[in-house]
Structures are given as structure tokens and as C-alpha cells.
């Protein structure tokens, strides 16, 4: 879903390669793909309370939005996580290529009281939608905390349960996922197959870890 961030916000400022590939380091396969899929990254927005007026919260200090221009239809998720890692504050990322745009995001939280980085919980994504797409009305909020909860709620894909926090709804969104690529592994092996007898039994492992997915995924 997209928004139309309010003006008083913008940034509009261009993060460098060479600051980004100071951070990445060593990793010559991240500074790989930030070269051959990335054309651009722009500090696009920033959304705090000098900005929009909402008051910070020790959780949400302040929340940043990044436009990325790509190169080409893909983004390694190990790019997206270089960015967060610069900033400890949560980041949304505006994907766009073709005339599309995507959003993409990952829950992320305080470690701690002891001066820990951040956690983050994997990416969470939009539909890629064409870029004069509608934009849907700013949410309301108290705080930057409930805004954050409201600006990432649409990238979730399954329906929050009654009184599940976000940090819950996200931790059970990454056991769906979890299990998934289990069901992936386990498609991957019922075809290989040849003994029967084995064969039963990993389409009665399949079974049970849909039918899982389905208790995690229902509202």
C-alpha cells in the first residue's frame, strides 16, 4: 500500500555508494549487488516529530523513508539489511523500477536497554503496483509508534488476530515462513521418492505442516 507522506517531511537527499560500501566493508557480495541492482538510494522522508508533529516514543524515535531506484526487477535482501543496519531507527524502503513501486519493510525493535543494535524480523513486501497508483489516506495516530504499526500493518500478509501486538502478529508471520520452506523441502523430497512405504510417511509430514500453517495463518 502506498501512502502520501506529508510534504513538511521530505528529505530528498541522496545517499552515496561510496557511504553505503564504507559500511557493507569487506562483504564483496553485498558491494556486488548494490552495484549491478541498485541505481540510486535517496533519503526520501523523514518522519519524526519536528516533521509531522507526532510525538517519539523510546520504541520509535523517528522513522525514515528510503526511494531506491533499481536497476533491474530484484533487490538482494542483504542490501536492504547493509541500509537498516546504518540507521537504528525503522526504515521503509520505496522500491522502483519499470514505472512499479514496492514497499518493503522489516519489524524492527529495540534490542534492549543495554545499547544493543536493533532487532529486525525478515522483509515484509507490497505488490509491485504502478507508480501514480493511488495513495491511500495518511493513518492517524497519538504517536510514531502506533504510526509505524499502521504504515506496516498492509506489507503483513496474514490478518492480525484479536489483541495480538504487532511484535506477536510479526513472530507468527515468521513461523508461517518457517514452515513453508519446510513444506518446500518436503515437496522436494515426496518427489524424489521411490520407496512407498517412505513416501507415505513424508505426505503425512506435508499434511500436518499445511495444516499448521493454516492454524497460524486463520485470524
Same mark, same amino acid.
Given at each position: 500500500?502506498?501512502?502520501? +507522506?506529508?510534504?513538511?517531511?521530505?528529505?530528498?537527499?541522496?545517499?552515496?555508494?561510496?557511504?553505503?560500501?564504507?559500511? !557493507?566493508?569487506?562483504?564483496?557480495?553485498? &558491494?556486488?549487488?548494490?552495484?549491478?541492482?541498485?541505481?540510486?538510494?535517496?533519503?526520501? +522522508?523523514?518522519?519524526?516529530?519536528?516533521? !509531522? =508533529?507526532?510525538?517519539?516514543?523510546?520504541?520509535?524515535?523517528?522513522?525514515?523513508?528510503?526511494?531506491?531506484?533499481? &536497476?533491474?526487477?530484484?533487490?538482494?535482501?542483504?542490501?536492504?539489511?547493509?541500509?537498516?543496519?546504518?540507521?537504528?531507527?525503522? !526504515?521503509?524502503? &520505496?522500491?522502483?523500477?519499470?514505472?512499479?513501486?514496492?514497499?518493503?519493510?522489516? +519489524? &524492527?525493535?529495540?534490542?534492549?536497554?543495554?545499547?544493543?543494535?536493533?532487532?529486525?524480523?525478515?522483509?515484509?513486501?507490497?505488490?509491485?503496483?504502478?507508480?501514480? /497508483?493511488?495513495?491511500?489516506?495518511?493513518?492517524?495516530?497519538?504517536?510514531?509508534?502506533?504510526?509505524?504499526?499502521?504504515?506496516?500493518?498492509?506489507?503483513?500478509?496474514?490478518?492480525?488476530?484479536? =489483541?495480538?501486538?504487532?511484535?506477536?502478529?510479526?513472530?507468527?508471520?515468521?513461523?508461517?515462513?518457517?514452515?513453508?520452506?519446510?513444506?518446500?523441502?518436503?515437496? =522436494?523430497?515426496?518427489?524424489?521418492?521411490?520407496?512407498?512405504?517412505?513416501?507415505?510417511?513424508?505426505?503425512?509430514?506435508?499434511?500436518?505442516?499445511?495444516?499448521?500453517?493454516?492454524?497460524? /495463518? =486463520?485470524?
Amino acid at each position: 500500500m502506498l501512502f502520501d +507522506y506529508p510534504k513538511g517531511a521530505f528529505v530528498g537527499r541522496v545517499l552515496t555508494k561510496t557511504r553505503i560500501n564504507a559500511h !557493507i566493508g569487506p562483504h564483496k557480495a553485498i &558491494k556486488d549487488h548494490l552495484a549491478r541492482q541498485v541505481e540510486q538510494v535517496v533519503w526520501q +522522508y523523514r518522519l519524526a516529530p519536528e516533521t !509531522i =508533529g507526532f510525538e517519539a516514543t523510546p520504541a520509535v524515535p523517528e522513522i525514515q523513508v528510503y526511494h531506491l531506484a533499481l &536497476k533491474t526487477g530484484k533487490l538482494s535482501a542483504d542490501v536492504l539489511s547493509c541500509l537498516d543496519q546504518m540507521f537504528p531507527v525503522p !526504515i521503509f524502503f &520505496k522500491l522502483r523500477f519499470e514505472g512499479r513501486i514496492q514497499v518493503v519493510a522489516a +519489524y &524492527k525493535r529495540p534490542a534492549g536497554a543495554d545499547g544493543s543494535p536493533p532487532v529486525s524480523s525478515a522483509y515484509f513486501e507490497s505488490p509491485w503496483v504502478p507508480s501514480d /497508483a493511488q495513495r491511500a489516506a495518511w493513518p492517524e495516530a497519538s504517536n510514531l509508534e502506533i504510526l509505524y504499526e499502521r504504515l506496516l500493518e498492509p506489507l503483513l500478509p496474514f490478518p492480525a488476530r484479536k =489483541g495480538e501486538s504487532l511484535q506477536a502478529r510479526v513472530e507468527r508471520m515468521e513461523q508461517i515462513r518457517a514452515l513453508q520452506r519446510e513444506v518446500m523441502k518436503c515437496k =522436494g523430497r515426496l518427489r524424489t521418492e521411490e520407496n512407498a512405504v517412505r513416501k507415505a510417511g513424508i505426505a503425512v509430514e506435508l499434511q500436518k505442516l499445511k495444516e499448521e500453517i493454516d492454524r497460524l /495463518a =486463520g485470524a
